[in-house]
């Protein structure tokens, strides 16, 4: 019976001993399966497949950089279309679409872009540049799903399109919150955005469109297609308000065959920024609150809520333009490095230089204090960082040397907003 007894132990002690082991490579196939679910890449967007995450992206049109700025992934950009304007692209390179050696040169490993020319693709796909198109947005639902397809491109098929995913949400609510302060009237306030005379202008399927209707507007330009009207049909739906590009309105009022229009007559004709009107970012917001505060000017008249609604700045919090990024280096970056390294945050030595781990140091920072998430240093960032409610790291070991021990002055940001 004994030696029964001991058998029956040795067998179980060697099944559990397999079973430790086993144990083990089931864990491992647990965790392999897990990153097979949670892989961020390749990512596939109308038959082309992007392999890893991009570092040097240059994105052709200024429509769809405007929407990679929301979408929060402008740090992966190395440049941009030459008529790019936005504060954020101060510092980036600017290159001619048309000129492909120039951006061959700059070695990218992804091209982005609504539209490409036959010559451009056969000179990117030459020198094996992977080119990507992402559509422009045209209505709500749209508009999510560009902001998935530059998040998934940009930083992975979960994460990042999650992120861009959370910002085109919030560029939305912002235009929720517009939308219900618009007084109620029981008259339609018709209008329209003219690029020209020759017929182009905002239609039903274009973002600007959608974007109209939540200014307290009604496009009579919602039936047509492609950004093409026929001025005979603007003369029959004769909108009460024309909008139009800087510098054009003379050329509206002037025009013989809309003298007769209702806007022209009562001179409501009024010029928004044509970028505003093209562009698939935050310019959407610009572009919604500068329209109704012309046709509803109560809306401009001094209130808190009415302020606040009508203010993307405020609503959005938008105070993200880029100060300094990833490569960039001087006198700025140390100050902000000593500040980080004093509360915490930022752990190597001061380098003068904006490298990697100033980047996570900037992303703990950000995350500390529940701000947006970008790893570069915007003007919201440098505001908190030198503001007097600011945090140390969690996990901050103690050190004689407190906040009050200065450290330089921090770059300051400028008070008076841009024109």
């Given at each position: 019976?004994k030696?029964?007894?001991?058998y029956?132990c040795?067998?179980?002690?060697l099944?559990?001993l397999l079973?430790?082991?086993t144990?083990c490579?089931?864990q ?6 897990g ?5 961020e890449y ?11 995450k991009p570092?040097?992206?240059?994105v052709?049109?200024?429509e769809?950089?405007?929407a990679?700025?929301a979408s929060g ?5 190395v440049?941009?279309a ?8 101060k510092t980036l390179?600017k290159?001619d679409?048309?000129d492909t050696?120039?951006?061959i040169?700059?070695a990218?490993d992804l ?16 020198a ?12 709500r639902?749209?508009?999510e ?6 998040g ?10 999650e992120t861009?995913?959370n ?13 219900r ?5 029981m008259?339609?306030k ?6 020209d ?19 307290g ?8 297609e492609?950004g ?5 049909d603007l003369?029959i739906?004769?909108?009460q308000?024309?909008f139009?590009?800087v510098d054009f ?11 007769e229009?209702?806007?022209?007559k009562n ?6 920024e044509e970028?505003l009107a093209?562009?698939?970012?935050r310019?959407?917001i610009s572009?919604?609150t500068?329209?109704a505060?012309?046709v509803?000017?109560e809306?401009?008249e001094?209130?808190t809520?009415v ?6 700045d ?6 993200n333009e880029v100060l300094y990024?990833?490569g ?7 100050s902000?490095?000593?500040?980080l ?9 001061i380098?003068r ?10 992303i703990?920072?950000q995350?500390v ?6 790893g ?9 960082l030198?503001?007097?409610n600011v945090?140390e790291a969690p996990?901050?070991?103690s050190?004689p040397q407190?906040l009050?021990n200065?450290?330089g ?7 008076e907003?841009?024109e």
């Open positions: 019976m030696k029964y007894l001991k029956i040795f067998i179980m002690s099944v559990m079973s430790v082991f144990g490579n089931v491992e196939q647990i965790e392999n399966v990153d097979v679910i949670m892989q390749p990512v596939t967007i109308k038959d082309v497949t992007v392999t890893q570092k040097k992206v240059v052709l049109t200024d769809l950089a405007d990679v700025i992934f402008e740090t992966s950009l440049a941009a030459d008529d790019c304007d936005q504060n954020n692209f390179t290159v679409p048309a050696d120039s951006i040169a700059l990218p091209i982005i872009s609504d539209v490409y020319t036959e010559e451009q693709l056969s000179a990117f796909n030459s094996g540049i992977p080119c990507v198109t992402i559509d422009l947005a045209s209505n639902e749209d508009f799903r560009m902001y998935k397809e530059i998934s491109v940009l930083g992975g098929a979960h994460t990042g399109m861009a995913l910002n085109a949400q919030s560029v939305f609510r912002t235009l929720d919150d517009l939308q302060i618009i007084p109620e009237t008259i339609v018709t209008a329209c955005y003219i690029f005379i020759e017929g182009s202008g905002v239609t039903g399927d274009m973002l600007a469109g959608t974007v109209m209707s939540y200014a507007l009604t496009n009579v330009f919602a039936g047509s492609n093409v009207y026929d001025i005979e003369k739906v004769d909108p308000y024309i139009c590009p309105k003379d050329n509206i009022m002037r025009n013989r065959e809309l003298k229009l209702t806007a022209v001179g409501n004709v009024f010029e928004v970028k093209r562009r698939n970012g310019s959407i572009f919604a500068t329209i505060g012309i509803y000017p809306l401009l001094e209130s809520t302020s606040t609604a009508m203010d993307p405020e609503i959005a919090d938008d105070r990024k990833l960039d280096s001087g006198d700025d970056i140390e902000f490095q000593k500040r390294s004093q509360l915490g945050y930022y752990k190597g030595e380098t230089v904006f490298d990697t781990a100033t980047q996570e140091a900037i703990y920072f995350e204090h529940k701000v947006e998430v970008t570069v240093m915007d003007e919201l960032t440098l505001e908190m030198s503001g007097e945090k996990d901050k070991e050190d407190d009050e200065p450290v002055e921090l770059p300051v940001v400028d008070a907003p841009e």
